[in-house]
């Protein structure tokens, strides 16, 4: 009998309290869930900017009844899990197996010794009690997958399976080296088969294994091309996906992949889904993946834990460079009651889950840690290096995100719960502000690492080259609108961060924080989160977005499109430096008669024209614009605004933004994610199941607002409620604005700039109508079809 592995998503039962409720007593529920998510906003609560002001403390208890016909002797079962918040302690019939304290860890199991045949009482307690929490929303209790793995006894373990390969650029063929993680006495076969399925690579060994490829399809962002590896060890074998790929990093070139330099242009993502919280799923982050990809994202960084199997699974497939890291802070902040005794097998688990996949190219080992660049600090961070290379020998350089702020060694930093407690409004306890004494703390930590890792530190970059010109620099953190200054990280300089790695050719790259609003690291009431995105929580674009598409796609489909600064926008609580001028998109300014506004268009053409109405008003080449960014002013009109972008004289794009002729009157599922947010088709079509999720395939739909002439109503406000018949039901509705605390396990919601939107779960194949309703409007419907 072969290897069995079985996902136990359904049919799990939730308590709270000391105890938990016998068998058939507590809540019934599917994985993943977030007990936090739903629950009342409580305000002031204890460490509610992170936590999004829910009421997250507490011990929760999951139990599930797991039937096995028979145990087999000569074999082992072990329960995986993807990741439980936190704290957890697993029984068996009563047996404690073991558990897991950090909660972002996966970790997997023995549960032989203490099944039977028949049905197992699998009881999980789940204990968050503890502060400081993370200083973002990290929800709470089991939001990753959960797998019944069931294997022969002698049986290969993918997560000891190490993949090398050498890559030979002049030919083509690669040169694949597995080691295997058995000892020398037995006996592993290796295929290695193409996309298609077709053998390319036979061998057996028993700890190493090598294979040779020729004319090789090599994998990168834009052909992320994946080939399967099956290992067999008699009875049993695992199928690893890997790319075959050369990925280099030079001092003065940056980063070379195949071959060919490329800027790695990416965003930092935390792992929560809005609306959702952290109790996502493959199809959920696949969409958000989906509309980074279309604005020409190609790097992410897992921002700071150790993220889902499943994100990983799709930066493979969909083409993504990854920076990945284990935990935030070390001796400071939540991660200081786990680090001495966890770190080593943290960075472990998520090193040894991932060391084998294409889209993993440098690993992170702390981010913005207590006493930078001290002695102390400086010790532990050796560790930490020394043990990521001895976990992963393959090339990946390690990084250690630096904060913008430094300290003398003799600062008292013994009070401090997290990040050097500094602003530029409030220094920190002898704060270094001298930039040449700064850089000579970063050359402190960049000795140590692989890469020199800085946020926010664009305008430091040259002195940081020229102190240390062995290692190329990758901006872990990026602003998407401003730079600092020499003297100082935050200054309101307009010269684009996001434009520094085109030229200075030293620099990697650099990921923007962030490329999703998420729930936490508030600024304060009533903000539930950071609201400083490309993005909203329900894929609503803001203007960032826009404008990096504009960067990164300069030779994409052409596009123009226009936003204007409106300051009547209610204030979002974005920390400063991280904000950009309110442009938004439309031309609606009822409390205005002859005001003359400022406008931005992002565009990846290299000329465009606007009318006002019949009025044209002339505007300069783009590349005349500092930062390639249209802006100007102009007289407010009702009416139609028209850009028309052109490339080489030639009209190549066009796009209208129209004042509304009257209140909202109707509403009608559009497509939120694209300018001018075109209506859905008619139907749409989706998999009646397609994972291992909440029993179905989840996806956002959004409505927007229409006044009499079928134009997008921005102002409006109104409360939607979303019903639904056939086989699906409603997971949660969402708005985008972080600003409002409606619920999200709710059917209703208000509209925040003319749109709402609502997760919908397809639990079978048939037909579904999804319905919005709205006072005084005309409703919408929306059919789906599940096959």
Not at 99 to 113: C, I, K, V, W
Not at 133 to 157: C, F, K, Q
Not at 740 to 756: F, K, L
Request: hydrophobic share 40%.
């Amino acid at each position: 009998m072969t290897r069995n592995v079985t996902t136990i998503m359904t049919g799990w039962e939730f308590s709270t309290g000391e105890t938990a409720k016998p068998a058939g007593e507590g809540q019934p529920i599917d994985l993943p869930h977030d007990w936090a998510i739903n629950r009342p906003i409580v305000n002031p609560m204890d460490w509610g900017v992170d936590q999004a002001f829910r009421d997250w403390w507490g011990i929760g208890w999951y139990r599930k009844s797991l039937h096995l016909d028979a145990v087999e002797p000569g074999r082992r079962y072990y329960l995986d899990f993807g990741g439980v918040y936190e704290n957890s302690t697993v029984w068996v019939n009563g047996v404690e197996i073991g558990g897991q304290a950090y909660g972002y860890t996966p970790f997997r199991l023995d549960a032989t010794e203490a099944l039977h045949d028949g049905d197992n009482d699998v009881l999980i307690r789940v204990e968050n009690l503890d502060a400081p929490t993370d200083r973002w929303y990290s929800g709470a209790g089991i939001y990753r997958t959960v797998r019944l793995i069931d294997v022969p006894e002698a049986h290969l373990d993918e997560r000891e399976v190490i993949v090398r390969q050498n890559v030979d650029l002049g030919t083509g063929s690669v040169a694949v080296d597995v080691e295997t993680g058995v000892g020398e006495g037995a006996v592993v076969s290796a295929v290695l088969r193409d996309a298609d399925g077709n053998e390319v690579a036979t061998g057996e060994g028993a700890a190493r294994i090598a294979l040779n490829v020729a004319d090789a399809h090599l994998w990168s962002a834009e052909d992320p091309y994946l080939y399967t590896l099956t290992l067999a060890l008699g009875d049993d074998s695992i199928d690893i996906r890997i790319g075959l790929r050369s990925v280099t990093f030079d001092p003065d070139h940056g980063m070379f992949v195949n071959g060919v330099k490329t800027i790695l242009r990416g965003v930092c993502l935390h792992q929560d889904g809005g609306c959702v919280g952290s109790a996502t799923n493959r199809e959920l982050l696949r969409d958000r993946l989906v509309q980074l990809k279309e604005m020409g994202c190609n790097g992410l960084r897992l921002a700071h834990h150790v993220h889902p199997e499943e994100m990983l699974d799709l930066a493979d497939e969909m083409g993504f460079y990854v920076y990945s890291e284990p935990f935030d802070k070390w001796q400071s902040g939540h991660y200081k009651r786990y680090f001495e005794a966890g770190w080593r097998g943290d960075l472990a688990a998520m090193i040894k889950r991932d060391r084998n996949r294409p889209s993993v190219v440098m690993w992170g080992v702390g981010n913005e840690v207590e006493n930078q660049a001290k002695r102390s600090m400086l010790a532990i961070l050796r560790d930490l290096v020394d043990e990521a290379h001895r976990l992963d020998d393959t090339g990946r350089p390690v990084g250690c995100a630096m904060s913008p702020h430094f300290q003398t060694e003799a600062a008292d930093t013994s009070q401090s719960e997290g990040i050097i407690q500094a602003t530029d409004e409030t220094p920190a306890d002898q704060e270094i502000e001298d930039p040449a004494e700064r850089v000579e703390r970063i050359k402190l930590i960049a000795d140590i690492t692989d890469v020199t890792v800085l946020n926010y530190s664009e305008q430091w970059y040259d002195r940081v080259h020229e102190a240390v010109p062995d290692k190329p620099i990758f901006g872990s953190e990026v602003y998407q609108w401003f730079v600092g200054h020499d003297n100082q990280m935050q200054d309101y300089i307009s010269a684009n961060p996001n434009l520094v790695p085109e030229e200075k050719e030293y620099v990697v790259g650099g990921t923007i924080w962030a490329g999703f609003d998420y729930l936490g690291e508030s600024m304060g009431w009533p903000s539930k989160g950071w609201s400083g995105a490309l993005v909203r929580t329900n894929g609503v674009p803001k203007a960032g977005y826009w404008l990096m598409k504009s960067y990164w796609q300069p030779d994409g489909e052409p596009f123009a499109h226009f936003m204007v600064a409106d300051y009547s926008q209610a204030d979002e609580n974005v920390k400063e430096h991280w904000d950009i001028p309110p442009f938004v998109g439309h031309w609606h300014f009822p409390q205005y008669h002859k005001n003359v506004v400022p406008y931005m268009i992002a565009t990846n053409c290299d000329e465009v024209r606007i009318w006002v109405n019949w009025r044209e008003i002339f505007v300069a080449p783009v590349a005349e614009f500092p930062n390639r960014v249209v802006t100007g002013y102009l007289p407010y009109q009702p009416g139609t605004l028209t850009v028309v972008g052109y490339r080489d004289g030639v009209e190549v794009c066009r796009e209208e933004t129209v004042t509304p002729v009257s209140p909202a009157v109707e509403l009608r599922f559009a497509d939120v994610t694209e300018p001018g947010r075109p209506a859905l088709p008619e139907t749409v079509e989706l998999p009646a199941f397609a994972g291992e999720g909440r029993g179905g395939y989840e996806r956002l739909f959004s409505v927007q607002a229409l006044d009499a002439e079928g134009n997008p109503v921005f102002r409006e406000f109104a409360p939607v409620h979303f019903r639904v018949e056939g086989p699906a039901s409603i997971v949660a509705v969402d708005n985008g604005n972080l600003m409002g605390n409606e619920p999200y396990g709710n059917d209703t919601i208000h509209m925040h700039q003319g749109v709402a939107s609502v997760l919908v779960r397809v639990e079978g194949a048939g037909r579904v109508v999804l319905a919005a309703d709205a006072p005084g409007m005309r409703s919408a419907t929306q059919v789906i079809v599940a096959k």
